[in-house]
Each structure stands twice: as C-alpha cells, then as structure tokens.
C-alpha cells in the first residue's frame, strides 16, 4: 500500500506558533516592564498562569477543551465563525477574560492597575497578530509534496481564529485540498469522527494516508487510532511518550520524504 495523501496539523507543524505567542507576550510583558517597573519574565509566567486558571472556570471550557482551543489562543482569538452556539459565549467572554488575565498577572505582582491591564491584553492581540511565523522548510516541503499528493490540513481550533491564522501566510491555504478546522465539526482531534470525516473528503482508506503533526495526544494519537500512517515533529527534543508511539519521528518537515519512501517500499503483510 502506497501513500497517496499527507495530512497536516497547523501549528507549530506548518505554522511556529509557539514562536509568535512566546515573542508576543515578550513585547507585552516589556511594554508593561516600563510603565509600572515590574518583571517582563516574571509578568509572563503570571500572565499564563492566571490564564489558565481563568479559561478553566468559564462555563465554555468543556466545549473548548473538547474543540481544542488553549488559554492562549483565547487571549487574542475572534470567535465570530463556527456555528456552535459557545462560539458566541466565547466572543462576550473574550474581552473581560482578556483583560482579566493581564490584569490579575499584574496584580499578583503588587501592581493594581486594571487600566494597564486592559492596555496590554489590546497590545497582545495586536503584538500577535503581527508575527504571522511559518517554519524555514513549511513552503519547500508543500510545494514539493503538492506536485505527488492531495494535502489535508486537519486543525483545532475556532474557525475565526485558524482562518485567520492562514490569512496570515500568505499562499499557504492554496495549498490544502481541503481544510478541516474542528470547530467547524462535534469534536477535535484526537476524536476519531473528526479524522473519519478526514478520509471521507479523500475517498481513501487510512493507510493510504499519513498524519503529520507536533501533539502526541491529538495528532498521533488519533492517526494510530484509525490506522493511519503517522509521524510525528518533534522539534525541541520533547521527551517521547510511555503511552503513545508514533510510527515515525522526525526533527524537520524535510525528513517526511525519507519516511513516505520508506512506507512506500514496505511489502504488504
Ligand atoms: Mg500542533
């Protein structure tokens, strides 16, 4: 059985957005530094930190974990699209949960100054907006797939925001056969309907694919579940899991055309 369509995760496989959070809290954080004297590092731990706990107690977070939308991405997301009627709790929350955010991470550090809060959760949305990050090898290793295979990007997330996300990067959604964004569907990743409507839109069996992705618990974990061929980018020499084994490994999107050979070459069984 030979590979005949690579399916993708977006972030941080095709898009580094890891990158463009960490430096968008950066420039935040320092902003925040010269107006009030605080710690730019220590402001950001706070900031994550008392983002988290808040997402965790709104009502939606069930529906959000479920979708596969983190903290983070909340701190500067539009819910606008996505039929789910929580799309719209998310985009009343949205505001107050932002602004919240930055103003207890402030707080915590003896700094009582909602205003300030406010000021920073605007200037993150905008600070993240304008780091619309792709990794060096994210276009060559498309552009030679492309020529050999239909593309399927498979992501988390909230329609509005992985739209925009793609927005972003200009050309990169052209490449796609087709794109499923799980706030468009029940569930996210790793639930199995979600990589089910996958193949469908491919009219292929599971083996015929390969799953590409950086998240064990999502992307590989779900590629196992249906048989699907996977690997797995492991860029920052994450400790490999007890419980989830990918198929293949790789540190760079370029070693994905050793790996499709590989299983290429493999006799059926
Ligand atoms: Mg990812």
Not at 6 to 26: G, H, I, N, Y
Not at 157 to 172: A, N
Not at 229 to 242: D, G, Q, V
Not at 243 to 256: A, G, R, V
Request: proline share 4%; charged share 25%; glycine share 6%.
């Amino acid at each position: 059985m030979t590979i005949k369509a690579v399916c993708f995760d977006l972030d941080d496989t095709l898009l580094w957005d890891e990158r463009s959070v960490r430096e968008a809290f950066e420039a935040t954080c320092q902003y925040a530094e010269q107006q009030s004297g605080i710690d730019a590092e220590q402001l950001e731990l706070k900031v994550r930190e008392a983002a988290r706990s808040l997402y965790a107690s709104y009502e939606t977070y069930s529906f959000t974990q479920n979708i596969g939308i983190n903290p983070f991405e909340a701190l500067w997301a539009h819910f606008t699209g996505g039929e789910h009627t929580a799309f719209r709790t998310l985009e009343k929350i949205a505001p107050e949960y932002r602004a919240a955010a930055w103003t207890n991470g402030l707080f915590s550090l003896g700094v009582d100054d909602p205003k300030l809060g406010e000021t920073c959760a605007e200037l993150f949305m905008t600070e993240r907006r304008n780091r619309p990050y792709v990794y060096d090898e994210t276009f060559e290793v498309l552009d030679r797939l492309r020529e050999r295979y239909p593309l399927l990007l498979l992501t988390n997330g909230s329609p509005s925001l992985q739209q925009e996300k793609l927005d972003g990067v200009p050309g990169i959604a052209s490449y796609f056969d087709h794109i499923v964004i799980s706030g468009n569907h029940d569930h996210g990743k790793p639930n199995r309907s979600l990589f089910e409507h996958a193949l469908d839109l491919l009219g292929l069996k599971p083996e015929e694919t390969i799953m590409v992705g950086d998240k064990l618990t999502t992307d590989i974990i779900g590629a196992i579940q249906m048989g699907m061929h996977n690997a797995w980018i492991n860029r920052h020499e994450m400790k490999p899991s007890e419980d989830i084994t990918p198929e293949y490994t790789i540190t760079c999107l370029l070693e994905l055309f050793d790996v499709i050979e590989t299983i290429n070459q493999q006799q059926p069984v």
